[in-house]
Protein backbone atom coordinates (compact mmCIF):
# COMPACT_ATOMS: atom_id res chain seq x y z
CA UNK A 1 0.00 0.00 0.00
CA UNK A 2 0.77 3.88 0.36
CA UNK A 3 2.39 5.47 3.16
CA UNK A 4 4.51 7.89 4.30
CA UNK A 5 6.37 8.38 7.49
CA UNK A 6 8.35 11.66 8.74
CA UNK A 7 10.40 12.51 11.45
CA UNK A 8 8.35 12.98 15.12
CA UNK A 9 8.56 16.95 16.48
CA UNK A 10 8.29 19.02 17.68
CA UNK A 11 12.03 20.56 16.54
CA UNK A 12 13.08 24.11 17.64
CA UNK A 13 16.05 25.61 15.97
CA UNK A 14 17.92 28.57 16.27
CA UNK A 15 17.43 31.65 14.07
CA UNK A 16 19.96 30.78 10.94
CA UNK A 17 20.16 26.74 11.36
CA UNK A 18 20.48 24.14 8.92
CA UNK A 19 16.83 22.03 9.10
CA UNK A 20 16.26 18.16 7.83
CA UNK A 21 13.14 16.97 8.09
CA UNK A 22 13.21 13.31 7.20
CA UNK A 23 10.45 11.60 5.36
CA UNK A 24 9.99 8.30 3.71
CA UNK A 25 7.40 6.56 1.59
CA UNK A 26 5.80 3.40 0.37
CA UNK A 27 4.29 3.41 -2.64
CA UNK A 28 2.96 0.93 -5.59
CA UNK A 29 4.03 2.23 -8.77
CA UNK A 30 5.78 5.66 -9.51
CA UNK A 31 4.29 8.33 -6.67
CA UNK A 32 4.49 11.99 -6.95
CA UNK A 33 5.60 13.39 -3.59
CA UNK A 34 4.95 17.02 -2.15
CA UNK A 35 5.54 19.22 1.08
CA UNK A 36 2.98 20.99 2.74
CA UNK A 37 3.16 23.70 5.02
CA UNK A 38 0.33 25.12 7.70
CA UNK A 39 1.47 28.43 9.17
CA UNK A 40 -0.51 29.04 12.30
CA UNK A 41 -3.84 29.93 12.05
CA UNK A 42 -3.47 28.92 7.95
CA UNK A 43 -4.65 26.10 5.97
CA UNK A 44 -1.98 23.89 3.84
CA UNK A 45 0.21 25.65 1.22
CA UNK A 46 2.01 23.50 -1.21
CA UNK A 47 5.69 24.24 -0.36
CA UNK A 48 7.17 22.10 -3.07
CA UNK A 49 7.02 18.82 -5.14
CA UNK A 50 9.01 16.59 -7.59
CA UNK A 51 7.21 14.46 -9.96
CA UNK A 52 9.69 11.86 -10.65
CA UNK A 53 13.31 10.45 -9.23
CA UNK A 54 16.44 12.43 -9.19
CA UNK A 55 13.54 15.35 -9.33
CA UNK A 56 14.83 18.53 -7.01
CA UNK A 57 11.98 20.59 -6.03
CA UNK A 58 12.98 23.32 -4.42
CA UNK A 59 11.05 26.89 -3.07
CA UNK A 60 11.48 29.65 -0.76
CA UNK A 61 15.02 28.59 0.27
CA UNK A 62 13.30 24.78 0.73
CA UNK A 63 14.66 22.10 -1.07
CA UNK A 64 14.26 18.16 -1.45
CA UNK A 65 15.38 15.45 -3.76
CA UNK A 66 13.38 12.69 -4.81
CA UNK A 67 15.37 9.53 -3.60
CA UNK A 68 14.12 6.13 -5.23
CA UNK A 69 16.53 4.04 -3.99
CA UNK A 70 16.24 4.90 -0.24
CA UNK A 71 12.60 6.04 -1.18
CA UNK A 72 13.09 9.67 1.16
CA UNK A 73 12.30 12.94 0.51
CA UNK A 74 13.53 14.94 3.15
CA UNK A 75 13.43 18.35 3.01
CA UNK A 76 16.42 21.14 3.84
CA UNK A 77 16.72 24.86 4.37
CA UNK A 78 20.40 25.87 4.98
CA UNK A 79 19.39 28.90 7.06
CA UNK A 80 15.64 29.18 8.99
CA UNK A 81 13.98 32.46 9.59
CA UNK A 82 11.57 32.64 12.27
CA UNK A 83 8.73 33.12 9.94
CA UNK A 84 9.48 29.48 8.43
CA UNK A 85 8.19 28.42 12.56
CA UNK A 86 4.71 26.32 11.09
CA UNK A 87 3.24 22.37 10.64
CA UNK A 88 5.54 20.55 7.82
CA UNK A 89 3.41 17.81 6.02
CA UNK A 90 5.03 15.37 3.89
CA UNK A 91 2.29 13.65 1.05
CA UNK A 92 2.59 11.39 -1.87
CA UNK A 93 -0.08 11.18 -4.63
CA UNK A 94 0.29 7.52 -6.29
CA UNK A 95 -0.70 7.34 -9.76
CA UNK A 96 -3.02 4.70 -9.46
CA UNK A 97 -5.27 6.73 -7.49
CA UNK A 98 -5.85 10.74 -6.94
CA UNK A 99 -5.83 10.92 -3.17
CA UNK A 100 -2.60 12.10 -1.26
CA UNK A 101 -1.28 10.13 1.58
CA UNK A 102 0.21 12.39 4.29
CA UNK A 103 2.78 11.95 6.58
CA UNK A 104 1.71 13.02 10.73
CA UNK A 105 3.21 16.24 10.65
CA UNK A 106 6.15 17.94 11.88
CA UNK A 107 5.55 21.24 14.19
CA UNK A 108 8.76 23.84 13.76
CA UNK A 109 9.56 26.76 16.12
CA UNK A 110 12.84 28.79 15.28
CA UNK A 111 13.53 31.18 17.96
CA UNK A 112 15.43 34.36 17.42
CA UNK B 1 -8.33 33.83 -7.89
CA UNK B 2 -9.95 32.95 -4.57
CA UNK B 3 -8.69 29.96 -2.87
CA UNK B 4 -10.45 26.83 -1.64
CA UNK B 5 -12.86 28.92 1.22
CA UNK B 6 -14.31 26.29 4.04
CA UNK B 7 -16.99 27.43 6.45
CA UNK B 8 -17.58 27.43 9.34
CA UNK B 9 -13.81 27.60 10.21
CA UNK B 10 -14.86 26.02 14.03
CA UNK B 11 -17.86 24.31 14.83
CA UNK B 12 -18.54 22.88 18.43
CA UNK B 13 -21.66 20.69 18.78
CA UNK B 14 -23.09 17.69 21.33
CA UNK B 15 -22.94 14.21 20.72
CA UNK B 16 -25.84 12.89 18.67
CA UNK B 17 -26.08 16.74 17.11
CA UNK B 18 -26.10 16.93 13.14
CA UNK B 19 -23.06 19.55 11.35
CA UNK B 20 -22.80 21.03 8.00
CA UNK B 21 -19.78 21.51 6.78
CA UNK B 22 -19.21 23.69 3.32
CA UNK B 23 -16.23 24.27 0.68
CA UNK B 24 -16.04 26.41 -2.03
CA UNK B 25 -13.63 25.19 -4.23
CA UNK B 26 -11.31 27.38 -6.59
CA UNK B 27 -12.84 28.15 -9.54
CA UNK B 28 -13.26 26.18 -12.50
CA UNK B 29 -11.43 22.79 -10.24
CA UNK B 30 -13.67 19.94 -11.46
CA UNK B 31 -11.65 18.13 -9.14
CA UNK B 32 -13.25 18.36 -4.79
CA UNK B 33 -11.28 16.28 -1.95
CA UNK B 34 -12.55 15.98 1.60
CA UNK B 35 -9.48 15.33 4.42
CA UNK B 36 -9.49 14.78 8.02
CA UNK B 37 -7.09 15.18 10.29
CA UNK B 38 -7.72 13.47 14.28
CA UNK B 39 -5.83 14.61 17.16
CA UNK B 40 -2.25 15.44 15.11
CA UNK B 41 -2.25 12.48 13.37
CA UNK B 42 -1.63 12.02 10.07
CA UNK B 43 -4.65 13.58 7.47
CA UNK B 44 -6.70 11.39 5.66
CA UNK B 45 -8.48 11.15 2.64
CA UNK B 46 -12.24 10.58 2.65
CA UNK B 47 -13.24 11.51 -0.68
CA UNK B 48 -12.85 12.60 -3.91
CA UNK B 49 -15.43 14.26 -6.34
CA UNK B 50 -15.06 14.96 -10.01
CA UNK B 51 -17.89 17.73 -10.75
CA UNK B 52 -20.88 16.24 -9.16
CA UNK B 53 -19.92 12.49 -9.08
CA UNK B 54 -18.14 10.77 -6.54
CA UNK B 55 -15.02 9.24 -8.09
CA UNK B 56 -13.70 7.61 -4.85
CA UNK B 57 -15.25 7.57 -1.37
CA UNK B 58 -13.51 4.72 0.09
CA UNK B 59 -12.25 6.61 2.91
CA UNK B 60 -15.46 8.00 4.16
CA UNK B 61 -15.75 6.21 8.10
CA UNK B 62 -19.15 5.25 7.91
CA UNK B 63 -22.69 6.20 7.11
CA UNK B 64 -23.09 8.84 9.53
CA UNK B 65 -21.54 10.85 6.71
CA UNK B 66 -22.57 12.20 3.98
CA UNK B 67 -20.77 14.22 1.42
CA UNK B 68 -23.02 16.11 -2.04
CA UNK B 69 -21.69 18.47 -4.67
CA UNK B 70 -24.67 19.50 -6.53
CA UNK B 71 -24.32 21.10 -9.63
CA UNK B 72 -20.31 20.39 -9.34
CA UNK B 73 -19.66 23.49 -7.32
CA UNK B 74 -19.61 23.74 -3.82
CA UNK B 75 -19.97 20.59 -1.94
CA UNK B 76 -21.01 19.89 1.99
CA UNK B 77 -20.13 17.56 4.56
CA UNK B 78 -22.70 16.62 6.57
CA UNK B 79 -22.35 14.49 9.94
CA UNK B 80 -25.16 12.74 11.55
CA UNK B 81 -25.36 12.06 14.63
CA UNK B 82 -22.03 13.31 15.33
CA UNK B 83 -19.96 11.14 17.56
CA UNK B 84 -17.32 11.72 20.00
CA UNK B 85 -14.57 10.43 17.44
CA UNK B 86 -15.02 12.89 14.71
CA UNK B 87 -13.46 15.73 16.59
CA UNK B 88 -10.60 16.70 14.28
CA UNK B 89 -9.97 19.07 11.37
CA UNK B 90 -12.01 18.74 8.40
CA UNK B 91 -9.79 20.20 5.13
CA UNK B 92 -11.07 20.51 2.13
CA UNK B 93 -9.07 20.38 -1.49
CA UNK B 94 -9.36 21.24 -4.75
CA UNK B 95 -7.43 20.96 -7.82
CA UNK B 96 -8.12 21.20 -11.87
CA UNK B 97 -6.99 18.16 -13.22
CA UNK B 98 -6.42 14.43 -12.17
CA UNK B 99 -3.17 12.37 -12.01
CA UNK B 100 0.16 11.71 -9.72
CA UNK B 101 1.23 14.97 -10.32
CA UNK B 102 -1.28 17.73 -9.67
CA UNK B 103 -1.19 19.14 -6.82
CA UNK B 104 -4.11 19.96 -4.90
CA UNK B 105 -5.01 23.13 -3.29
CA UNK B 106 -6.15 23.44 0.49
CA UNK B 107 -8.47 25.35 2.11
CA UNK B 108 -8.11 26.26 6.06
CA UNK B 109 -10.21 23.57 7.44
CA UNK B 110 -13.01 23.34 9.80
CA UNK B 111 -12.05 22.65 13.65
CA UNK B 112 -14.78 20.39 14.39
CA UNK B 113 -15.05 19.65 18.17
CA UNK B 114 -17.54 17.30 19.59
CA UNK B 115 -18.34 17.47 23.67
Known amino acids: GNSVTQMEGPVTLSEEAFLTINCTYT??????LFWYVQYPGEGLQLLLK?????DKGSNKGFEATYRKETTSFHLEKGSVQVSDSAVYFC???????????FGTGTSLTVIP | EAGVTQFPSHSVIEKGQTVTLRCDPI?????LYWYRRVMGKEIKFLLH????????ESGMPNNRFLAERTGGTYSTLKVQPAELEDSGVYFC?????????????FGDGTRLSIL
Open chain 1, 91 to 101: ALSANTGNQFY
Open chain 2, 27 to 31: SGHDN
Open chain 2, 49 to 56: FVKESKQD
Open chain 1, 27 to 32: ATGYPS
Open chain 1, 50 to 54: ATKAD
Open chain 2, 93 to 105: ASSQGQGAGQPQH
